[in-house]
């Protein structure tokens, strides 16, 4: 029984899609299995083994780094589905879940890798396994906040037509997710995976070198391999280094994203008739190959037989106990949640007091308003160049098709590895660090400005030109009035997301080194950096805590504001 | 599924004193639905019909299991309602259709829901779609679907779970005027034939000629709260025809029925024709474009100041659902009278029509201040202070203390609307103010 027609094996010959998924297939497995083997070795293996600068090891390193970017993409997914279903089900733990998500967005948590480094090492001791355990949740912290958020999102304006449809259909919880709910934020979903490896790979580059205390553990992987060539002064390495990047990135993007992209595209509830429907040649593969089709009725027949297993009850669920119980419920919740917070409050606190001073702490809120100036400045300076190019290329489709993919794949290209170049060049012509190591904050994050306004130049309605062109409106007036008001919502949402980048690249740009030269540039970035180093917990906490507050009140004071500005008077619906 | 046999005679569905309210947010009640009571026999279909807001569509969902009323009992075979129950299975509006699901998919979703063997499910699924006209389209997405071709999935995806009663939520109009009589049409034949699994039919609709063509039964549903008005019975054979002289007949006189105003009102004089208005009635959300262009058009002839509202409806290609409230703001305004299904124009109405634009706005001007009490409140208010400004805020929070958030909204747009036109006052969006100003 339960033989459904498509799934029988081999009718005919093997089409040649096949060929390319088994070789795809063989070749997947065959790496997770190296990448796998390292990991119980103990850690006195990493040091009888010491990376090398040979371009040769570099696929090795490649795979290694990929390996660990999968991990924490899956990590990502599962706390996803979880944390956020959490929270948009349960009022009351909704309630605390979602601030919590909010702010772990805006927490620059680059600074923590060192601690967080020490408790995965503890977990593992002595084993391979517990640093990459670190590099791993380094790399989900800055991939899992964004697509927890873009679900929890979705989950909340699941159309209500298909709400009623599913529930009278009678379907269960365990269906209705898997049918209905996980359906719906699929496509909001990939976007934000997509958002979060481009972050991924900045973070990956700086936690695969991890300094602990005294001891420094370097696992194999384009990270380290850089880190080695910075100390070396070998600029060829650093060459290949980002070369290798840039084939990974690439091969990421044909594999996973593209493929994601066009068969997310059958989510999307509003279907435009006239829009192009995203092309991919893996996808093609993968629906036309018989094996990767039996993988995927594999994964339905899961959903299906599971959904048996967890039945919808024949009585609905019992009433909500009484308003009176309820309230004091809540009552409960909320105090035990305030209760926490003034615990870890007095905790952070008292440490902060018996370890630093107020005059420190004065101190570093001058250095972040320093970063805050420069990160300011950049964002201004980064849009006057790409704002004009971005309207340009937008208003072109033919351009946009070819610099759009290009803008994508920069912002995702770990901007860290071009970093060790400026060095060479501040050292070499003694340049002031506190101006020339400033553009490196936004060399990864500008690129968001960029292919958010093409996008939105490309939505400017075709009639809406013609108008302009009509009645004459040319020059300045016709920028003023007609290009940047209309690219203005989009214009805010990259340069929300290219100022969040900023203040976390800060860390890692305004303290850079070649060889034993150290170039440093006064602010808040350069202050954790030191505090990391010299792994001092307090002023990290400091550090930390006095940026995510910046990071924190500048969203709720001046972006958000400026979003729902723009998105009520600008937004062309 | 549901194998119990049917009682001969006994209803299949039956409400009993239902009543259905929302909390607003000041505490109180908003009641949308009271006092109904009603019965659904084996072999009938029964059209719940009214216009937008009168609950019809709130009951049907109370039928479906979908929220559950505030008093009084709903049961199906004798059973009370509690949550969707198996048996009653719904068509929607917006067809509500899953778009990463295919034809099949959509179809077998609901039997997968109550865990059949695959081969049934694979059998039954086939079966409804090739009832319903869909076969060769199993393996297609929705999005390749013209909207009846969705609206058939919509129908084969209630069928195929083999429903006693099936709801159907204005299930023809989402589609253009053809396509949805081919689909009634079709659907009617099905039930003539007895191919259908269904013992039973309800139709929330707000088309008067629609309810006439299908059912056997018509609730007509007033509004505020909504209730029953009055239960007409349509013996007319089927298959029916719209041109037949008892087919208009009948249509005629369910449009006096749902123009007749509340029985109350109608005893007093002449001023008690016009509903009362106070500051905290909603008003509707009417341009200025339709007020005048539906004054022209009464004026005009063959109507000469007195209008037949299906005549005039069926003139201007408008369904009752938007000529009514624009009728209703005429005669809130007091520019028209509405009586036993004709809308006649007052002496101001017909002075109106005639006008030129400024003569037309200084009389606008003059009833709206003086038969919108909101916009007079405003104006005063306006007029009383020094700097001739007032934030929105102010009245939205006066208009909450009447109506929920969203009919506050929608009340002040309508009058900011209206005010405009008649150049009785202005208002800023950006900063949410009201001033007597004009824009520079």
Not at chain 1, 250 to 264: S, T
Not at chain 2, 383 to 409: C, G, N, P, T, V
């Amino acid at each position: 029984m339960n033989r459904f027609e498509p799934y029988v094996f081999l009718k005919g010959l093997a089409s040649r899609w096949d060929v390319l998924a088994f070789i795809v297939v063989i070749g997947l497995i065959a790496f997770l299995g190296e990448t796998a083997h390292g990991l119980f070795a103990p850690l006195t293996q990493l040091e009888a083994t010491p990376l090398s600068l040979n371009p040769i090891h570099l696929p090795e390193y490649a795979a290694r780094t990929t390996f660990r970017m999968l991990a924490a993409l899956a990590a990502s997914l599962l706390f996803t589905l979880t944390y956020a279903t959490w929270a948009a089900k349960s009022e009351r733990a909704g309630r605390l879940l979602v601030p919590i998500l909010d702010i772990l967005q805006s927490v620059p948590i680059l600074g923590f890798i060192s601690i967080t480094s020490v408790f995965f090492l503890s977990l593992a001791p002595g084993r391979v396994l517990g640093a990459e355990f670190a590099a791993i949740f380094a790399i989900f912290t800055s991939q899992a906040w964004n697509m927890a958020f873009s679900f929890y999102q979705s989950l909340r304006t699941v159309p209500v037509e298909l709400i009623e449809a599913a529930e009278s259909f009678r379907l269960s919880r365990w269906m209705r997710f898997w049918q209905l709910e996980t359906p719906f934020g699929m496509p909001a979903l990939v976007w934000n995976m997509m958002l979060s490896m481009s972050g991924g790979w900045f973070f990956v580059v700086a936690s695969e070198s991890i300094t602990v205390g005294h001891s420094a553990v370097a696992l194999p992987g384009v990270g380290s391999y850089i880190a080695l060539a910075i100390q070396e002064k070998n600029l060829v390495a650093i060459g290949w280094a980002i070369v290798t990047m840039l084939i990974v990135i690439l091969i990421y993007d044909q594999l996973l994203f593209r493929p994601l992209v066009a068969w997310v595209d059958r989510f999307r509830v509003e279907q435009e008739p006239g829009e192009k429907i995203p092309d991919s040649w893996a996808l093609t593969m993968m629906r036309r190959s018989r094996v990767i089709n039996a993988a995927t009725a594999a994964f339905h027949n899961l959903v299906f037989w599971t959904s048996r297993l967890v039945k919808r009850p024949d009585k609905p669920p019992v009433e909500d106990p009484a308003p009176s119980k309820r309230r004091s419920l809540d009552w409960l919740w909320v105090s035990l949640i305030i209760a926490a917070l003034v615990l870890g409050l007095w905790h952070i606190v008292a440490g902060l007091i018996a370890n630093t001073s107020p005059s420190e702490a004065l101190h570093v809120c001058g250095l972040a308003c320093i970063t805050m100036v420069r990160v300011f400045v950049l964002i201004a300076l980064a849009s006057l160049v790409w704002v004009p190019i971005g309207i340009w290329v937008g208003m072109r489709p033919r351009v946009a098709e070819v610099v759009q993919p290009i803008a994508q794949f920069m912002a995702a290209f770990p901007a860290n590895l071009l970093f060790p170049l400026a060095v060479y060049g501040i050292a070499t012509w003694r340049l002031d660090p506190n101006v020339f190591l400033s553009p490196l904050m936004i060399l990864g994050t500008q690129w968001y400005i960029l292919f958010n306004i093409i996008a939105g130049a490309s939505t400017i309605p075709a009639e809406m030109r013609y108008a302009a062109t009509n009645f004459g409106i040319k020059g300045w007036l016709w920028w003023r009035k007609v290009a940047l008001p209309a690219v203005l919502p989009f214009y805010v949402t990259g340069a929300i997301t290219a100022s969040g980048g900023s203040w976390n690249a800060a860390q890692v740009s305004e303290l850079v080194s070649w060889g034993h030269t150290e170039i440093r540039a006064k602010g808040l970035g350069s202050y954790i950096a030191d505090a990391a180093a010299a792994d001092n917990f307090h002023q990290i906490v400091l550090g930390v805590g006095v940026m995510s507050l910046f990071v924190v009140v500048i969203n709720r004071v001046f972006w958000r504001p400026l979003y729902y500005y723009a998105e009520r008077k600008y937004r062309m619906t | 599924m549901n194998s119990s046999p049917l009682l001969s005679g006994s209803p299949l569905l039956q409400c009993t004193d239902v009543r259905k309210s929302f909390p607003k947010p000041d505490g109180e009640e908003l009641l949308v639905l009271e006092g109904m009571n009603l019965e659904l026999r084996e072999g009938q279909i029964m059209g719940l019909l009214g216009r937008s807001g009168s609950g019809k569509s709130t009951l049907l969902r109370l039928i479906a299991g979908l929220a559950e009323p505030s008093a009084g009992d709903v049961r199906y075979l004798g059973q009370p309602v509690v949550g969707p129950a198996r048996g009653i299975a719904m068509v929607f509006q917006s067809f509500a259709l899953f778009p990463w699901l295919t034809v099949f998919e959509n179809v077998a979703l609901g039997l997968e829901a109550q865990n059949l063997p695959r081969a049934e499910i694979r059998k039954r699924s086939l079966a409804a779609i090739d009832l319903i006209g869909l076969d060769g389209f199993e393996s297609a997405y929705p999005r390749e679907l013209s909207g009846g071709m969705r609206q058939r999935v919509g129908f084969a995806r209630a069928l195929v779970v083999h429903p006693n009663i099936l709801l159907m939520d204005e299930p023809f109009s989402a589609l253009d005027v053809l396509t949805a009589e081919t689909l009634r049409t079709d659907f009617l034949d099905l039930w003539a034939e007895g191919r259908m699994p269904i013992k039973g039919v309800i139709l929330v609709t707000h088309n008067i000629e629609e309810a006439v063509l299908m059912c056997d039964r018509i609730l007509v549903f007033g509004s505020n709260p909504g209730r029953i008005l009055s239960e007409i019975k349509v013996t007319l054979p089927q298959p029916r025809n719209r041109l037949d002289p008892s087919f208009r007949e009948l249509v005629e006189r369910i449009y006096v029925e749902m123009t007749a105003r509340p029985k109350a009102a109608a005893t007093g004089g002449r001023q008690e024709r016009f509903p009362g208005l106070g500051i905290g009635s909603v008003l509707p959300h009417v341009g200025s474009n339709l007020i005048s262009g539906l004054m022209e058009a009464v004026a005009a002839p063959p109507f000469n100041g007195k209008a037949d509202l299906p005549e005039i409806a069926s003139d201007l290609q408008m369904e009752i659902d938007e000529l009514f409230p624009v009728a209703e703001t005429l005669q809130m305004l007091r520019f028209g009278e509405l009586e036993g299904g004709d809308l006649k124009l007052t002496e101001d109405g017909m002075a109106f029509a005639h006008a030129d634009i400024d003569e037309r706005k200084r009389i606008f001007l003059r009833h709206l201040l003086a038969y919108v009490p909101l916009a007079a409140h405003i104006r005063r208010v306006l007029d009383e202070r020094a700097s001739h400004s007032a934030r929105k805020s102010r009245f939205i929070d006066e208009l909450e203390d009447f109506m929920s958030e969203e009919d506050a909204d929608q009340t002040l747009r309508a009058v900011v609307r209206w005010a405009r036109y008649a150049e009785a006052f202005a208002y800023d969006d950006e900063n949410a103010m009201f001033s007597l100003e004009n824009p520079t």
